[in-house]
């Protein structure tokens, strides 16, 4: 009997490690449903799908970098090589702006639907209250980061904050602030910093948080700390958000706004005249 027991813990602990396996191979498995606009390669993914490739992550303790894609990253990223690099670097890249949406359909390669930064993060925190699971939040100042951890904890009082820290520091001060997001056994890292801090952060220290689930969610830290308003629900679903930030900040956002969304119509023409070829990471990167 005892031998047997021995062969039967054997044979199921076999079974969970070719389980381990398998999972970590649907997840890193090659992207080549992936479609390549504008030099980038994004996931034709849906939102509830966003969620279940981010919820194996946590199960294997396997690495997903989450980036999104909008019109001005778009243009940015031709001729930032750091931003290009942190898109390129993403375990999944998702259009968080519907101009991209749009575009892959003009453009004979479409993606299924909008999936915003802000509704991935709040689906996150949904995932991680059902399943008990922690948090890091990086970035915003430090009042408005307070105002945040109140307010999630009253909306999801299952999830666990791991650990938190504003995101007006020095580079001086990244490699204690890297080791404390380590040390605090996060689940889950929501960076809400403007770029290029937060690309220069993960690009220097993302290797070493062992943290399976990381997410730029730039200003949404603001919206859900109640500091700005998101756009109503019809805004959103038109695909005219952009416009709605236009109209609460146009002195700050008109020029910007023109400038980008031209740019983004130009390059979109020479994409269906001619497709970028795919960019590459640089090799001066690090």
């Given at each position: 009997m005892p031998a047997?027991?021995?062969?039967?813990?054997?044979?199921?602990?076999?079974f969970r490690r070719r389980g381990r396996a398998s999972a970590r191979g649907r997840l890193r498995r090659p992207h080549v449903e992936r479609r390549l606009l504008f030099g980038l390669r994004l996931d034709p993914l849906r939102m509830d799908?966003?969620?279940?490739?981010?919820?194996?992550?946590?199960?294997?303790?396997?690495?997903?970098?989450?980036?999104?894609?909008?019109?001005?990253?778009?243009?940015?990223?031709?001729?930032?090589?750091?931003?290009?690099?942190?898109?390129?670097?993403?375990?999944?890249?998702?259009?968080?702006?519907?101009?991209?949406?749009?575009?892959?359909?003009?453009?004979?390669?479409?993606?299924?639907?909008?999936v915003a930064g802000i509704d991935l993060f709040e689906k996150l925190l949904e995932l991680a209250d059902r399943?008990?699971?922690?948090?890091?939040?990086?970035?915003?100042?430090?009042?408005?980061l307070?105002?945040?951890?109140?307010?999630?904890?009253?909306?999801?009082?299952?999830?666990?904050?791991?650990?938190?820290?504003?995101?007006?520091?020095?580079?001086?001060?990244?490699?204690?602030?890297?080791?404390?997001?380590?040390?605090?056994?996060?689940?889950?890292?929501?960076?809400?910093?403007?770029?290029?801090?937060?690309?220069?952060?993960?690009?220097?220290?993302?290797?070493?948080?062992?943290?399976?689930v990381l997410h730029g969610v730039g200003g949404s830290f603001d919206v859900l700390a109640g500091l700005t308003r998101r756009a109503p629900i019809l805004w959103q679903r038109t695909g005219m958000e952009w416009a709605y930030r236009l109209l609460q900040e146009p002195r700050r956002l008109l020029w910007r706004y023109l400038r980008a969304n031209t740019a983004f119509l130009a390059l979109t023409a020479r994409e269906f005249i001619r497709p970028a070829e795919a960019f590459v990471v640089t090799e001066n990167k690090r």
């Open positions: 047997l027991r021995t062969r039967l813990a054997a044979l199921c602990l076999a799908e966003v969620v279940e490739r981010c919820r194996l992550a946590l199960e294997t303790r396997s690495r997903v970098l989450v980036g999104v894609l909008n019109a001005a990253k778009v243009v940015n990223a031709r001729r930032d090589a750091l931003l290009r690099d942190s898109l390129l670097d993403c375990d999944l890249l998702l259009a968080d702006g519907q101009s991209i949406v749009w575009a892959s359909r003009l453009l004979g390669r479409p993606l299924p639907e909008r399943d008990d699971r922690s948090v890091y939040l990086l970035g915003a100042r430090p009042e408005i307070a105002k945040l951890e109140a307010r999630i904890g009253e909306r999801f009082p299952r999830l666990r904050i791991a650990g938190s820290h504003h995101g007006y520091f020095d580079d001086t001060d990244a490699p204690a602030i890297a080791a404390g997001i380590r040390a605090s056994g996060a689940d889950m890292l929501f960076l809400g910093m403007v770029s290029p801090k937060k690309e220069i952060f993960l690009a220097t220290h993302g290797a070493s948080l062992d943290v399976p």
